[in-house]
């Protein structure tokens, strides 16, 4: 009589308990912390510079000139649009999920200062003037992505001339 006690007991002990959970739980993802944030932040932010200086020579090499000739020109702009398009296809990382919209935006800034810098080298006498305006844009927006994690500002420009 014990042992059939003992073994109701336990059925109804596990039907219990097994009422008690449900398949339909979701699961939450961890908090992403702050350290991992910054991390984040880092590793985009060189792996952008790396990116663009992967392609970018040509454009930097008429940038700087005192005065550029006239075959500096098509060699800046391939290069111009080659960062372009390396800047639209650059990828955020998962753990920057609060600060996707906000890295959109920089990137978008990026791209659309070297498109314009591409576009405007292929004409007589080009000017940089808005496409740097648009750079420091998407560069100051960057910054206040550094600065809300609590970190320095950078200055990306630095990181890629």
Known sequence: ??????????????????????????????????????????????????KINAKDADLNTYESADTPTPEMKAPASASAAAVAEEVKAYAIPAELKKQKADLQEVLKDFADSYQAKADELKKDKPSLDAANATFAQGEQKLGKIFVDAKMLQPSFSKEVN
């Open 1 to 50: 009589m014990k042992k059939v006690v003992l073994f109701v007991s336990a059925v109804t002990l596990a039907l219990g308990l097994s009422a008690c959970s449900t398949q339909s739980e979701k699961k939450v993802a961890p908090a992403v912390s702050a350290k991992e944030v910054k991390t984040a932040l880092v590793k985009f932010y060189m792996g952008l510079s790396k």
